[in-house]
């Protein structure tokens, strides 16, 4: 059974820096690509970073590009989401999400099968 499961969240402030890891427990095999997505207050959830298993190349939404780093670890099975020069407006429950379907689209949400819970990033200004 996949199961993802997310880590590193908390509340820090605007400038700081804070790592969010993302665990595959379902293993790695067929894995085709991990993603990371947020919901902030009163908002729609949106992509913010993705990491595509078999080359590790990284995708990344425009109001973080620049500032946060998607890296994966395959003996770990894990992919991790660095985020550098927080601002307020990175407020939101980060969700990770890992999709199995190759070839899909590694941007949107419905390419993803598996979801975690979600871990909360606040950022006060």
């Known amino acids: 059974q996949v199961q993802v499961i997310e880590s590193g969240g908390g509340l820090v402030q605007a400038g700081k820096s804070l790592k969010l890891t993302c665990t595959a427990s379902g293993g790695t095999s067929g894995l085709y690509g991990m993603g990371w997505f947020r919901q902030g207050p009163g908002k729609e959830r949106e992509f913010v970073a993705a990491?595509?298993?078999?080359?590790?190349?990284?995708y990344y939404a425009g109001s973080v590009k620049g500032r946060f780093a998607i890296s994966r670890d395959s003996a770990a099975k894990t992919a991790d989401l660095l985020m550098y020069n927080l601002k307020p407006d990175d407020t939101a429950v980060y969700y990770c999400?890992?999709?199995?379907?190759?070839?899909?689209?590694?941007?949107?949400?419905?390419?993803?099968?598996?979801w975690g819970q979600g871990t909360q990033v606040t950022v006060s200004s």
């Open positions: 999400a890992e999709t199995r379907k190759w070839f899909t689209s590694l941007v949107v949400a419905m390419s993803y099968a598996y």
């Open positions: 990491i595509r298993w078999t080359d590790a190349n990284g």
